[in-house]
């Protein structure tokens, strides 16, 4: 066994756990909030599991929950806007802690596995990863402050 | 650890099933009905998974590993949880359109209200 | 009544709690050698060149299970549609547009399109590395809607013609069919894989007609879950009902 | 090792089932159902199932939570008119 | 041959495909011709390979032959009895479509053939469920039916009614089906096999000489939990009167004639295959669940049945009460109660889809079911009254009809006290239907008091299904159930055609042994008795209602019918535990 699997399980563990305490409790915007860290917080075990088990052919879930997982953030930042409208989350420490954590991890897994192909891919999905869960923070706060019928 | 490992995948598997049925029975709001419906068969997956696990294995994907390198769990089971997951999504959306038409027929999606049929 | 449920809950609950408790404990452990079928399903996913073996299962192998697996989706899509109607009642309301921050629209524009792309690699790769076509799919239908969420729902509704994708789902549950039926009339069996050859292992087009039906779900689930979503989209932003009545 | 993983994902995805179950308001409910897709996703990840892993992001990440946020806010607009407007 | 036994399911898919593919630039007649001719033509297919099913055959789909005894692939099965129920939902979907042949409500803007699409789903699904060999192959098929079923029972979207009796149905049967997947992962972790018969080998070998296990016993009581659920088998049956009363009416003579009784089928099929051998569940523990649990349906049903005043829920109980009797016949396990059983749905499925076609009638040109308001209105309908009262007579099984025969030949397998239960459940449901003939059809006796307004759903609101009330009474919707009956009666009548189902039935199951299915003098006068009794009850609800008014012993009982679907939920899994309980000597014993 080796330490890409053992971080992993500590990074599953802890921001699993950290995102299920902060959905399930406290208002609505701490709960999206909390919903939208989940993406970054198990995209980036995803990647370490790839590496773990030595399957590059994993990284496709990682690079799938980096796409999705932000669009499901939209998803209740828009038809949930009129009860994030009174509160207007903002989580920006740490939103920037999790990004920072997912870099790090694409920079470790890029390192392991050297240039090419594979690598490319793992920055498309750093990218994806980062982007998303900013912008998706960026939602959170009034990203839809306009939303009546449509 | 061991002995607790060898059940334990199932027993998470039935717990899950009887929590989605606890949540159904005493739901108060349809669409929280079908959410736990939808948890009930995520046990399935888990339990049709879980025995399907083999120690130390890998998945039978041959794209980037040879044959016969690793030993590798069982395909069969991860198609029918495949098949399954779908069955899930499709009969998720079709009881949710149900739940929007006793939004609209009846006022209400509390089943506790919902006093038609009786007797 | 209530508590009457909760009595019934209650014992019925806890007998079927101790029937699966006791069923738990005489499984075979988590994580045993033995899986015949399995074992077998790999060796012959080997001879006829798919690489991914799940692949091989899906739409070779147990290729009828999909075939019940996709009418399913498209009874319930067909389900939806019918259910979800404008009842007689009900009228349309043009949505109003939508004001969103603009990163939110420029990530939205952005990502659409790469959402795109990965929705048809996982399709076309499917006989390879994971994923196939209800994965890749589903990716590709969601990513349509990040107009919406990006922007609003007339932007949708412009590149959406609904019928469209009513009738290439029909397709491509009917070409899933025929291509069942050549088997027959090929003279061995439906859903039989002995039409085409068999390929180079691990390439695009290895694995006989394990591409084409792979292709063919993930037509039919693109096309099926714009139409589920669209038909679900209209009743939120659109119909509304006639006042008064 | 291997197995402190499947430890580690099997309770927080039966944590998440519980939290979904618990949850009585459905958009409530739904955030907690996508985050629960995605520990299964993870779950079925370390079980070597990647396809099936595949399948649930896709369906459980954006899905499922859009299916049902739509319905919550077709029953709630539903609701407004006949609070403000009947009365 | 075999080959073509796939087609079952891939011609009423392929049509429904073509028809939603093409459906929007086809007026709505060609849509109803190209269901019909798809429908018939699966129905002569079955037909044919039921002529030519002994001996059994035997389809790998997609080519996989077993080699060495191993297989990878998915097997279907098409002897007699799987043929003959897929010819029998061919036939009886046929039936439905005629019936609604042009009349029925408007089609959705843009969807003409989506009615018709659904219907032949529907008979793609159950055929397929039929000829399933593979345990998981049926689940999906069982899925697939179920789905459709939701759809079409909710069809009407604009009745409250019918959309809250579509989600009661829809979440029930989805529970009872995933109980049903884990039932097939714990054999499948068992025995690691997913083809009936291989799973029955699997559990011999694992047993040893032990006998059954917890795991066999959990698997068994789960696999049933969803195969009862589809069923209707008490406890698990509140869905159905709540869903067969509210769904469209060429739908209800579908779920009432075939689906519930493919649950039956099921049941047989499974435990004949799967859990019948030395490793599995002992027969004496299953007759004990089967006969307990169908006594109970039986009753429940039928007294449910004689308070009811909405036709559709009374004709749906009776449905509840006939499950219970076949599922007292297959739990005998003897040849010739298989025999009967196969009589018994071959004839009831011709009366109760008749029954409910005029049902029907009734509900379209009057835009209401309830036995007291139409008190009298329906003098006029003189076809569709000897029709109702034609079809209450099969159901009390009045020599020489079908279902007179099917129960006599299962009331001599059971023997003993059991036969009380026969003649007294079909006597009560039968006297019921003749009782709104009498009330509705002729105006006989006064008109009913109210009672118990919060107890009853009374139907007495019902919008009819065609674009407005019927004046005129259109051919098909009369001649369908008049060919019903027909057929009901030709399945006792024709010479010959009991011993044919007995021996195509034994040749699949009841391990080779043959059974004869004839009328004796015995069961002719138990069928007499039954119908004398019915009418009996019937005249004297009708001269002296107060007399058969509900007794307060039976309010609990009614009111535990509460329309409340967190209540059906708790009762499905007190089901679960109560079929283990029946079935747990299995385990001590072992």
């Known amino acids: 066994m080796n330490g890409w699997i053992l971080a992993a399980t500590v990074e599953l563990g802890g921001g699993g756990a950290a995102a299920l305490w902060g959905v399930t409790t406290g208002g609505p915007a701490r709960r999206v909030v909390a919903q939208n860290m989940t993406t970054s917080a198990l995209c980036p075990a995803l990647l370490l599991f790839s590496q773990g088990y030595g399957r590059p052919a994993y990284v496709d879930l990682a690079l799938l929950l980096a796409l999705l997982g932000p669009v499901g953030t939209l998803v209740f930042a828009r038809l949930l806007s009129d009860d994030l409208a009174a509160e207007r989350p903002s989580a920006w420490a740490l939103t920037w802690t999790a990004a920072a954590v997912g870099a790090v991890v694409v920079a470790a897994v890029c390192a392991a596995t050297g240039p090419g192909r594979a690598m490319a891919k793992l920055l498309v999905i750093g990218a994806l990863l980062i982007s998303g869960n900013v912008i998706a923070s960026r939602a959170l706060s009034g990203g839809f402050r306009g939303v009546r019928g449509g | 650890m061991t002995t607790v490992m060898h059940v334990l995948p199932y027993l998470v598997a039935a717990y899950v099933f009887l929590t989605g049925c606890y949540g159904l029975a005493t739901s108060r709001n349809l669409i929280h009905a079908v959410g736990c419906l939808a948890v009930c068969q995520s046990s399935t997956y888990v339990l049709l998974l879980a025995v399907g696990y083999r120690d130390g294995a890998t998945a039978p994907v041959f794209s980037d590993i040879k044959p016969g390198s690793r030993p590798v769990v069982d395909p069969v089971v991860q198609a029918l949880t495949l098949t399954d997951i779908v069955v899930g999504a499709t009969v998720t959306a079709l009881l949710l359109a149900l739940v929007l038409q006793i939004a609209k027929r009846h006022g209400t999606v509390d089943p506790d209200e919902l006093r038609e049929l009786r007797g | ?245 | 090792m291997d197995d402190a993983v499947i430890v580690v994902a099997l309770l927080l995805m039966a944590g998440s089932a519980t939290a979904a179950v618990v949850q009585r308001d459905p958009a409530r409910q739904a955030l907690v159902l996508s985050v629960l897709g995605s520990v299964l996703a993870v779950l079925f990840t370390v079980l070597q199932a990647p396809d099936v892993g595949l399948s649930q992001l896709a369906v459980g990440s954006a899905l499922t939570p859009l299916l049902i946020m739509l319905s919550v806010r077709k029953v709630r607009r539903r609701g407004r008119p006949e609070d403000g407007g009947a009365k | 041959m075999h080959h073509l036994l796939p087609l079952l399911v891939a011609i009423p898919l392929l049509g429904a495909a073509l028809l939603v593919a093409v459906g929007r630039h086809l007026p709505r007649i060609a849509a109803e011709i190209t269901g019909f001719v798809v429908s018939g033509g699966t129905a002569a297919l079955a037909l044919v390979l039921l002529l030519n099913s002994s001996p059994p055959m035997v389809e790998w789909v997609g080519g996989w032959l077993p080699v060495g005894g191993e297989s990878v692939g998915i097997v279907v099965v098409g002897d007699g009895p799987s043929l003959g129920m897929a010819a029998l939902v061919s036939l009886l979907t046929l039936a439905a479509l005629a019936y609604s042949w042009r009349y029925f409500d408007e089609p959705p803007r843009g969807h003409p053939g989506a009615f018709t699409a659904l219907m032949l789903l529907f008979q793609g699904a159950m055929c397929g469920f039929a000829i399933a060999g593979d345990l998981f192959n049926a689940f999906v098929f069982f899925e697939l039916m179920s789905v459709t079923a939701y759809a079409l029972t909710g069809y009407r979207i604009d009745d409250p009614k019918a959309v809250q009796g579509a989600l009661t149905f829809g979440v029930v049967n989805s529970l009872g089906a995933y109980a049903m997947l884990m039932g097939i992962g714990l054999l499948y972790a068992r025995t690691g096999e997913l083809a009936m018969a291989k799973i029955g080998r699997g559990l011999d070998a694992a047993a040893g000489h032990g006998g059954a296990d917890a795991l066999v016993l959990a698997s068994f009581v789960l696999v049933l939990t969803g195969l009862l659920v589809k069923a209707a088998a008490v406890p698990f049956h509140f869905w159905l009167p709540d869903a067969h009363a509210v769904a469209p009416t060429p739908v209800c003579m579908l779920l009432s004639g075939v689906m519930v009784e493919l649950g039956v089928y099921g049941v047989w099929r499974v435990y004949g295959t799967v859990f019948a051998g030395p490793g599995g569940i002992p027969a004496a523990d299953l007759t004990r669940a089967l006969v307990t649990l169908g006594a109970l349906t039986a009753a429940t049903g039928a007294v449910m049945c004689w308070y009811q005043r909405h036709i559709k829920r009374l004709l749906a109980y009776s449905t509840v009460a006939h499950t219970g009797l076949f599922l007292v016949g297959i739990g005998v396990l003897t040849p010739q109660g298989d025999d009967g059983v196969a009589l018994y749905i071959l004839g009831h499925a011709g009366v109760k889809a008749a029954l409910f076609a005029c049902a029907g009638v009734l509900l379209d040109r009057y835009g209401c079911l309830d036995e007291h308001t139409l008190h009298g209105r329906a003098r006029e309908m003189r076809a569709t009254a000897v029709m109702f009262a034609v079809g209450g007579l099969g159901l009390a099984g009045l020599p020489p009809f079908g279902t007179g025969l099917g129960k006599a030949v299962t009331e001599e397998a059971v023997g003993g006290p059991l036969t009380v239960v026969y003649v007294a459940a079909s006597a009560i449901t039968a006297g019921a239907v003749l009782r709104v003939t009498a009330r509705v059809f002729r105006g006989l006796g006064p008109r009913p008091e109210e009672a118990d307004a919060d107890l009853e759903t009374s139907g007495s609101e019902e919008e009819p299904e065609t674009t407005g009330p019927l004046r005129r009474i259109p051919d098909t919707m009369r001649m369908v159930p008049a060919v019903l009956l027909t057929a009901a009666l030709a399945v006792g009548a024709v010479p010959g055609f009991g011993d044919l189902v007995a021996r195509s039935v034994n040749e699949a199951g009841s391990g080779g042994a043959q059974a004869s299915a004839q009328w004796t003098v015995h069961g002719a006068l138990l069928g007499l008795a039954s119908t004398a009794l019915a009418v009996a009850l019937a005249g004297l609800a009708v001269t002296r209602p107060h007399w058969t008014a509900a007794p307060d012993w039976s309010r609990p009982l009614r009111r535990l019918q509460s329309g409340h679907v967190g209540d059906y939920v708790a009762w499905l899994l007190m089901g679960a535990t109560v079929l283990g309980v029946l079935a747990l000597p299995a385990v001590l014993g072992g």
């Open chain 3, 1 to 245: 009544m209530k508590r009457l449920r909760l009595a019934l809950l209650a014992l019925g609950g806890a007998g079927l709690a101790a029937l699966l408790v006791a069923a738990c404990l005489d499984l075979p452990g988590f994580g045993g050698r033995s899986h015949p079928y399995g074992t077998r399903a790999v060796h012959a996913s080997l001879t006829r060149r798919a690489a991914n073996t799940i692949a091989s299962v899906n739409f070779d192998q147990r290729a009828y299970d999909t075939l019940g697996e996709m009418s399913i989706l498209f009874a319930a899509v067909l389900g939806c549609v019918v259910l979800l109607r404008q009842a007689r009642d009900e009228h349309r309301a043009q949505p109003q547009p939508a004001e969103v921050a603009r990163p939110v629209r420029r990530y939205a524009l952005i990502v659409l399109p790469v959402a795109l792309v990965t929705g048809l690699y996982v399709i076309a790769h499917g006989q390879l590395s994971p994923g196939g076509g209800f994965q890749g799919g589903v990716v590709a239908a969601t990513a349509l809607h990040l107009l919406y969420l990006g922007a609003d729902y007339r932007a949708l509704e412009r590149i959406r013609p609904l019928a469209v994708y009513e009738t290439s789902d029909a397709l491509a549950v009917s070409s899933y069919l025929v291509l069942g039926l050549a088997g027959v009339l090929a003279g061995t069996a439906f859903l039989a894989n002995t039409l085409l050859p068999y390929g180079t292992f691990n390439t695009l087009s290895s694995g006989g007609t394990v591409p084409l039906l792979n292709a063919a779900i993930g037509i039919e689930v693109a096309s099926a879950v714009v139409v589920l979503l669209a038909n679900f989209l209209d009743q939120a932003v659109e119909i509304e009902e006639e006042h008064g009545s």
